[in-house]
């Protein structure tokens, strides 16, 4: 995942608001009204959306890490946020897994440049519950119970279709497993990242496991056709990005459907599939760094995340949003970009792994993926 920054701008303030140097993060965070922005855990907290802008803006800034601007269109919702408020997205490791921007905060805590907000695969996500600072948006309501951590430590964002994206021009449509294991994919089948780190590549071994004859509770099966993929020189170990793909290098990828269909920008003949059998989804987890430098600008892109401005920025980048059900109930929704953002697909046929299973499949990968790496 990944990202990059933009303009600053000086805010001149009431002579009622104070500045208080030194937040949570150890940074320079801002204090308005003497509301102590780390343990807001609500816009109320502030005495509302106005006084957590004029918060935010007072900080500054906002860092992020793994935040690629192709990524479920990332670029333009970072854009939006600079442009609407008066504050510099400092982006960080753009390509960074999920598992690096903990360590990232773990190692930077304290420090200016410690990220303030995560955006994380559900496996890394429910390992660092004890990383994050709870805080309920204010569509709060409006996203489903089962896609949010009671106390709003951890609220899922956004998720694709897990999908297979081949380059049309060197190898046939990948039709099932089995059809992978064939002569037309030696060295060319890859995942996007180590699934004991990556969110996607996890997924991706949630759909292979479904299919391979396992479940999301079983990820056995999956890591017994990985081994073979890899026993007929298939398995392709170079981690899959838009240049590996527009050059041929990675001529086939499980990735989630959003970064597939955005691969087509570099390479036309790249093409995106879903395998019949499952329809895996998992979706990403925003949350806010416990430690943030900047505490206010970390809770307002909380808001912006889940607003509908930003939730249908998702959709254009073929991401399907938490709250599209909300966004579909309100009108706001272009159906035909529904349907191909989806591949036909609705949350009825999802198939998404509950937490007990995540952690299972998390230990038994922890345990079982360095067979594929020795």
């Given at each position: 995942?990944?990202?990059?920054?933009?303009?600053?701008?000086?805010?001149?303030?009431?002579?009622?608001?104070?500045?208080?140097?030194c937040g949570s993060g150890g940074g320079s965070t801002a204090s308005v009204d003497?509301?102590?922005?780390?343990?807001?855990?609500?816009?109320?907290?502030?005495?509302?959306?106005?006084?957590?802008?004029?918060?935010?803006?007072?900080?500054?800034?906002?860092?992020?890490?793994?935040?690629?601007?192709?990524?479920?269109?990332?670029?333009?919702?970072?854009?939006?946020?600079?442009?609407?408020?008066?504050?510099?997205?400092?982006?960080?490791?753009?390509?960074?897994?999920?598992?690096?921007?903990?360590?990232?905060?773990?190692?930077?805590?304290?420090?200016?440049?410690?990220?303030?907000?995560?955006?994380?695969?559900?496996?890394?996500?429910?390992?660092?519950?004890?990383?994050?600072?709870?805080?309920?948006?204010?569509?709060?309501?409006?996203?489903?119970?089962?896609?949010?951590?009671?106390?709003?430590?951890?609220?899922?964002?956004?998720?694709?279709?897990?999908?297979?994206?081949?380059?049309?021009?060197?190898?046939?449509?990948?039709?099932?497993?089995?059809?992978?294991?064939?002569e037309d994919y030696k060295g060319a089948v890859a995942l996007n990242g180590d699934?004991?780190?990556?969110?996607?590549?996890?997924?991706?071994?949630?759909?292979?496991?479904?299919?391979?004859?396992?479940?999301?509770?079983?990820?056995?099966?999956?890591?017994?056709?990985?081994?073979?993929?890899?026993?007929?020189?298939?398995?392709?170990?170079?981690?899959?990005?838009?240049?590996?793909?527009?050059?041929?290098?990675?001529?086939?990828?499980?990735?989630?459907?959003?970064?597939?269909?955005?691969?087509?920008?570099?390479?036309?003949?790249?093409?995106?599939?879903?395998?019949?059998?499952?329809?895996?989804?998992?979706?990403?987890?925003?949350?806010?760094?416990?430690?943030?430098?900047?505490?206010?600008?970390?809770?307002?892109?909380?808001?912006?995340?889940?607003?509908?401005?930003?939730?249908?920025?998702?959709?254009?980048?073929?991401?399907?949003?938490?709250?599209?059900?909300?966004?579909?109930?309100?009108?706001?929704?272009?159906?035909?970009?529904?349907?191909?953002?989806?591949?036909?697909?609705?949350?009825?046929?999802?198939?998404?792994?509950?937490?007990?299973?995540?952690?299972?499949?998390?230990?038994?990968?922890?345990?079982?993926?360095?067979?594929?790496?020795?």
């Amino acid at each position: 995942m990944k990202r990059r920054s933009l303009l600053a701008v000086s805010v001149v303030l009431a002579l009622s608001t104070t500045l208080a140097a030194c937040g949570s993060g150890g940074g320079s965070t801002a204090s308005v009204d003497g509301i102590d922005a780390a343990t807001a855990v609500s816009a109320a907290d502030f005495g509302g959306i106005e006084k957590l802008v004029e918060a935010a803006e007072l900080e500054g800034e906002l860092n992020v890490i793994a935040l690629p601007e192709d990524w479920a269109n990332y670029g333009a919702v970072i854009t939006g946020f600079e442009e609407k408020y008066d504050i510099e997205v400092n982006s960080a490791n753009p390509n960074a897994s999920s598992a690096e921007e903990i360590q990232a905060a773990v190692n930077q805590k304290g420090q200016d440049t410690a990220p303030d907000v995560f955006d994380l695969g559900a496996a890394v996500a429910l390992t660092n519950t004890d990383k994050f600072a709870p805080y309920k948006v204010e569509t709060w309501d409006s996203i489903p119970e089962a896609n949010k951590h009671p106390e709003g430590l951890w609220v899922n964002n956004y998720t694709g279709i897990m999908s297979v994206g081949y380059d049309s021009s060197n190898v046939p449509e990948p039709k099932d497993l089995e059809g992978l294991l064939g002569e037309d994919y030696k060295g060319a089948v890859a995942l996007n990242g180590d699934p004991t780190q990556a969110g996607a590549a996890f997924a991706a071994m949630g759909t292979i496991s479904e299919l391979a004859g396992g479940s999301v509770a079983d990820f056995g099966p999956g890591i017994d056709w990985m081994l073979k993929l890899k026993d007929t020189g298939n398995f392709l170990t170079v981690d899959p990005t838009p240049a590996t793909i527009a050059s041929g290098e990675t001529p086939v990828v499980f990735d989630w459907s959003f970064n597939n269909a955005a691969a087509t920008a570099g390479n036309p003949d790249f093409k995106t599939t879903i395998l019949p059998g499952a329809a895996y989804v998992s979706f990403y987890n925003e949350a806010i760094n416990a430690d943030a430098p900047h505490p206010a600008a970390a809770r307002l892109w909380q808001e912006w995340i889940f607003s509908d401005e930003v939730q249908l920025l998702f959709m254009e980048g073929n991401s399907v949003p938490v709250r599209v059900d909300a966004l579909k109930e309100s009108g706001t929704v272009d159906e035909a970009l529904l349907q191909s953002t989806t591949f036909g697909t609705t949350s009825a046929d999802w198939d998404s792994p509950s937490e007990a299973e995540t952690k299972a499949a998390n230990t038994l990968l922890g345990e079982r993926w360095s067979e594929l790496t020795q």
